[in-house]
Nanobody, 123 residues
Framework: QVQLVESGGGLVQAGGSLRLSCAAS????????MGWFRQAPGKEREFVAT???????KYADSVKGRFTISRDNAKNTVYLQMNSLKPEDTAVYYC?????????????????WGQGTQVTVSS
């Protein structure tokens, strides 16, 4: 059982930056594909970014060029650096872990989830 704990959310003005962190309890963290998703009120959970065990990354078109996903396997932590934030980025952001050697963008492909952290971007 992998436990994921997100941190780093908060309130920021449009154009600002935040860095989210997700700490994993699993010592074999490096074997997992890690992803970030978000869910705004009244909307479905959507893919934001993913990073594989081999550091391959993939982003949603809506965040490409603004967000950067990274991982530190020594610290069992994955990060999401968010720059040039927009009000439409407001959502609860979730960290997730998938078992497998590929990259994944569907929530159903992820087995473990964190509790989420709120990101609010004011205009």
């Amino acid at each position: 059982q992998v436990q994921l704990v997100e941190s780093g959310g908060g309130l920021v003005q449009a154009g600002g930056s935040l860095r989210l962190s997700c700490a994993a309890s699993e010592r074999t963290f490096s074997n997992y594909c890690m992803g970030w998703f978000r869910q705004a009120p009244g909307k479905e959970r959507e893919f934001v970014a993913t990073i594989t065990w081999s550091y391959f990354t993939k982003y949603a078109d809506s965040v490409k060029g603004r967000f950067t996903i990274s991982r530190d396997n020594a610290k069992n932590t994955v990060y999401l650096q968010m720059n040039s934030l927009k009000p439409e980025d407001t959502a609860v952001y979730y960290c997730a872990a998938a078992v497998g050697g590929s990259w994944y963008s569907r929530p159903v492909d992820y087995k473990y989830w964190g509790q989420g952290t709120q990101v609010t971007v004011s205009s």
